[in-house]
Structures are given as structure tokens and as C-alpha cells.
């Protein structure tokens, strides 16, 4: 008990550091790109100088997209931590066990196929992740889910679906150019109209996740524990699927395929807080929405005045990190 208590303020502490870097990582990509506004300035054109350019590239221009960038990171990592739990592996992600893959894959039916009804991207990623995760998971499992077999199981799924990605692309080239950005995982081109499309499933899921830590705390026991304490494991683990595709489909509807950021935020989140899923999860919310802004501010100013879609820097982040995790014995137990 005295443990405890003494772990729960250092905990507490962290999370308010998290709170610090998302509010810095904010200012930071509204100020950055190729005109630079320092915060007292974007305080003081958002609140009295709105008939400014100023303003206009505040608002119409990079405060829908950092809003976006920051649902989006929340989305990916909610996902990533959610499947690290219920998989009991950490090499578990939205996009390295093909989750995303699925997602993407039903949104860009939609995208090129059907554009007239783009706001059912949404639903579509939704219903392609969660497609997806449950396949994955029913692949990986042989009395028990063993985290070499989930992590093939996700290879061969991600490749299914990049295979559909591709054929998509090939039979119809005159549409592939709408959509490069969308494979490869930008924010470019980002309005107020993406930001009221993901605000909805992005608030519910973050919402119904926050109830259940506990919940998740338990699964990490193993099966038969959390059936000793009274928990249905593959009714709740059921219902973090479902919650995990919402987050996951949300993200890659409005951002496309981009990687690594449930892998990379989950896995440091942890390293910082600890497991207890009641503190993961809010350290993760905060430290996976600054890490999405400080990426794609990152993505306008190194090699301005060209942009690169920010999936190019968390690939470039995230493809060591997955590396170094692979090689950790306890990575692959």
C-alpha cells in the first residue's frame, strides 16, 4: 500500500508533463510553417485581429489541421495501447498487424470507387479495422494468442490488404493521384470539413476507453485470472476490438496509412508511466497528440518551402524503434 501511494503522485506528475508537451506541441505547429507566429501573437489574432491574412492561415489553415493531427495521434495510440493489452504483446499496432491496412483498404474503395459518398469513409475504415483485427486475431489463435503468430498473422493480413490497395491503384490510375497522400499518411490538405468528420468517432471512442481501464488491467493477467475475478474475457476483449477498430478506422479515414504512432506512443508512454492502464491511457491521449503535431510541423519546415506527408517521419522514427523492439527477448516471448 505505501508502494502506492508513493507511485501514484509520480504518476500524476508525469501525466501533467504530457499535459505541458501537448499544449507546447499546439502552439508549436500553429506558429510554425512558412510565415512564423509566436503564441502571444496567435492568442492575439485569434482573439482581436480576425479581418487579418494573419488570421486566415490560423484558422482556415493550420488550426484544423493541428486539431486533426491531435485526434489523430489520440486515435492511433488509444488503438496501439489497447491492442498491446488485449494481444499482451507489445509489438502489437494498428498498422504493424495489418489493422490500418484494413481500414485503408475500405476507405479507398470508397475514395475511388464511390467519392460521391466520402463521408461514409468513416464507417468504411471502421468496419475495414475492425474486419481486420478480428481476422487477425482468429489467425493467431491456438489456445492461446503467442506473439510470433499474431505478429505473422498481421504480415500476411497487411499483405492481403496492400495487395487490394494495389489492384485499386491499377485499375484505376486516372484516380490514383486523389489518393497518394492518403496512402502514404499526410495532413496537407486538411479543412474544417475533416476536422467535423473524425470529431464524432474519435470523442466516442477516446470516451468509452476512459470507462474501461480497469477492465484491461485485468486482461493483462492472462485468461484464467481474469475469469477467476469475474471478468467474460471474450466478451470485454470483444468489446476492446470493437473500440480499437473505432479508434483505428477513425484516424486512417481522415489521415490515411499512417504508421508506427500506435506502435512507438503506447510502448514509450509505458516506459515513463508504467502498465496500470488508468494512467497509460491518459499519458497516452497527450503524448501520442504531441508527437502526431510535432511530426507533421516537422514535415512543413524541414525541407521548406516543400512539404513531406508526415508518414515519412514516423516511418523513419518508427521502423528503429520496431527493430529495437523485435530484438528484446521480452518483445518475442
Same mark, same amino acid.
Request: proline share 5%.
Given at each position: #500500500?505505501?508502494?502506492?501511494?508513493k507511485?501514484?503522485p509520480?504518476?500524476?506528475?508525469?501525466?501533467?508533463?504530457?499535459?505541458?508537451?501537448?499544449?507546447? %506541441?499546439f502552439f508549436?505547429?500553429?506558429?510554425?510553417?512558412?510565415?512564423?507566429?509566436?503564441?502571444?501573437?496567435?492568442?492575439k489574432?485569434?482573439?482581436?485581429?480576425?479581418?487579418?491574412?494573419?488570421?486566415?492561415?490560423?484558422? +482556415?489553415?493550420?488550426?484544423?489541421?493541428?486539431?486533426?493531427?491531435? =485526434?489523430v495521434?489520440?486515435?492511433? %495510440?488509444? %488503438?496501439?495501447?489497447?491492442?498491446?493489452?488485449?494481444?499482451?504483446?507489445?509489438?502489437?499496432?494498428p +498498422?504493424i498487424?495489418?489493422?490500418?491496412?484494413?481500414?485503408g483498404?475500405?476507405?479507398?474503395?470508397?475514395?475511388?470507387?464511390?467519392?460521391?459518398?466520402?463521408?461514409?469513409?468513416?464507417?468504411g475504415?471502421?468496419?475495414?479495422?475492425?474486419?481486420?483485427?478480428?481476422?487477425?486475431?482468429?489467425?493467431?489463435?491456438?489456445?492461446?494468442?503467442?506473439?510470433t503468430?499474431?505478429?505473422?498473422?498481421?504480415?500476411?493480413?497487411?499483405?492481403?490488404?496492400?495487395?487490394?490497395? +494495389?489492384?485499386?491503384?491499377?485499375?484505376?490510375?486516372?484516380?490514383?493521384?486523389?489518393?497518394?497522400?492518403f496512402?502514404?499518411?499526410?495532413?496537407?490538405?486538411?479543412?474544417?470539413?475533416?476536422?467535423?468528420?473524425?470529431?464524432?468517432?474519435?470523442?466516442?471512442g477516446t470516451?468509452?476507453?476512459?470507462?474501461?481501464? +480497469?477492465? =484491461?488491467n485485468?486482461?493483462?493477467?492472462?485468461d484464467?485470472?481474469?475469469?477467476?475475478l469475474g471478468?467474460?474475457?471474450?466478451?470485454?476483449?470483444?468489446?476492446f476490438?470493437?473500440?480499437?477498430?473505432?479508434?483505428?478506422?477513425?484516424?486512417?479515414?481522415v489521415?490515411g496509412?499512417?504508421?508506427?504512432?500506435?506502435?512507438?506512443?503506447?510502448? #514509450?508512454?509505458?516506459?515513463?508511466?508504467?502498465?496500470?492502464?488508468r494512467y497509460l491511457?491518459?499519458?497516452?491521449?497527450?503524448?501520442?497528440?504531441?508527437?502526431?503535431?510535432i511530426?507533421?510541423? =516537422? %514535415?512543413?519546415?524541414?525541407?521548406?518551402?516543400?512539404?513531406?506527408?508526415?508518414?515519412?517521419?514516423?516511418?523513419a522514427?518508427?521502423?528503429?524503434?520496431f527493430?529495437?523492439l523485435?530484438?528484446?527477448?521480452?518483445?518475442?516471448k
Amino acid at each position: #500500500m505505501i508502494k502506492s501511494k508513493k507511485e501514484g503522485p509520480n504518476k500524476n506528475s508525469l501525466i501533467i508533463i504530457f499535459i505541458i508537451l501537448f499544449i507546447a %506541441s499546439f502552439f508549436f505547429s500553429l506558429g510554425n510553417g512558412a510565415v512564423k507566429i509566436s503564441p502571444l501573437e496567435i492568442i492575439k489574432t485569434i482573439l482581436y485581429e480576425k479581418d487579418t491574412v494573419r488570421y486566415q492561415i490560423i484558422w +482556415n489553415v493550420r488550426l484544423p489541421r493541428t486539431i486533426v493531427a491531435a =485526434l489523430v495521434g489520440i486515435c492511433l %495510440s488509444l %488503438s496501439g495501447a489497447i491492442l498491446q493489452g488485449i494481444m499482451r504483446n507489445p509489438l502489437a499496432g494498428p +498498422n504493424i498487424i495489418g489493422v490500418s491496412s484494413g481500414g485503408g483498404l475500405f476507405a479507398l474503395i470508397i475514395l475511388i470507387i464511390l467519392p460521391k459518398f466520402y463521408y461514409l469513409v468513416p464507417i468504411g475504415a471502421f468496419v475495414g479495422a475492425l474486419f481486420a483485427t478480428l481476422f487477425i486475431y482468429s489467425l493467431a489463435w491456438k489456445e492461446g494468442v503467442l506473439p510470433t503468430r499474431l505478429v505473422l498473422a498481421g504480415v500476411a493480413v497487411s499483405s492481403l490488404f496492400s495487395a487490394g490497395t +494495389n489492384a485499386l491503384m491499377t485499375f484505376f490510375p486516372d484516380r490514383v493521384h486523389g489518393v497518394l497522400g492518403f496512402i502514404v499518411g499526410g495532413l496537407s490538405a486538411i479543412t474544417w470539413k475533416d476536422v467535423r468528420m473524425v470529431v464524432p468517432y474519435a470523442v466516442l471512442g477516446t470516451i468509452l476507453i476512459l470507462f474501461l481501464p +480497469n477492465k =484491461l488491467n485485468i486482461l493483462m493477467l492472462g485468461d484464467e485470472v481474469a475469469t477467476g475475478l469475474g471478468v467474460r474475457v471474450e466478451k470485454t476483449r470483444f468489446i476492446f476490438i470493437i473500440i480499437s477498430s473505432l479508434l483505428a478506422g477513425a484516424a486512417v479515414a481522415v489521415v490515411g496509412l499512417l504508421g508506427f504512432v500506435g506502435l512507438i506512443v503506447p510502448h #514509450m508512454t509505458r516506459l515513463f508511466i508504467g502498465s496500470d492502464y488508468r494512467y497509460l491511457f491518459p499519458g497516452t491521449i497527450f503524448f501520442g497528440a504531441s508527437i502526431v503535431m510535432i511530426c507533421d510541423t =516537422l %514535415s512543413r519546415i524541414l525541407f521548406a518551402p516543400m512539404e513531406i506527408p508526415v508518414g515519412i517521419i514516423m516511418s523513419a522514427l518508427g521502423a528503429p524503434f520496431f527493430l529495437y523492439l523485435l530484438r528484446k527477448k521480452e518483445a518475442i516471448k
